[in-house]
């Protein structure tokens, strides 16, 4: 084991998630009907996983030479068919200074050896796209 942390949450989608003896998270969950602007949310924690690890990966992949960005949206969907609700999600790689087909290879690199990658990408719903690199 290279790694181990753990996560508890007492209240639901609205109070706090915590790292014992670390991070403390104020959550709402964002169907409420007046959720706390301050608050994360599973989708945002979600979002803010994927992209740190994804662009993580790249960066090594890349090893220094290109600058890389990772942007993800995740959007809540009722289920269909239900019960329930379901993410779906879409991670943007940008590298600097490439080719899309260069920059679809560091994707491609990055999404197979990244450890959140690997939970989400037989997901129906979980999609991965290269963009032009932007500054800033």
Known sequence: MRYRTEAINR?????????????????AS???????????NP???????WATCLNSTAQVIVAGERRTAVRVEVELHTAEPGPGYEFHVDAFMSVEGVD???AQRV????HARCPVSKLLREAATVRVHTEL???G
């Open 11 to 27: 209240d639901g989608g609205n109070g706090v998630s915590r790292i014992p003896g670390g991070l403390s998270v104020t959550v």
């Open 107 to 110: 994707l491609d690199a990055a």
């Open 30 to 40: 964002p169907l409420a009907t007046d959720p706390d602007p301050s608050a994360s």
């Open 43 to 49: 989708e945002q924690l979600l979002a803010l996983a």
């Open 100 to 102: 899309e087909a260069e």
């Open 133 to 135: 690199y932007a500054a």
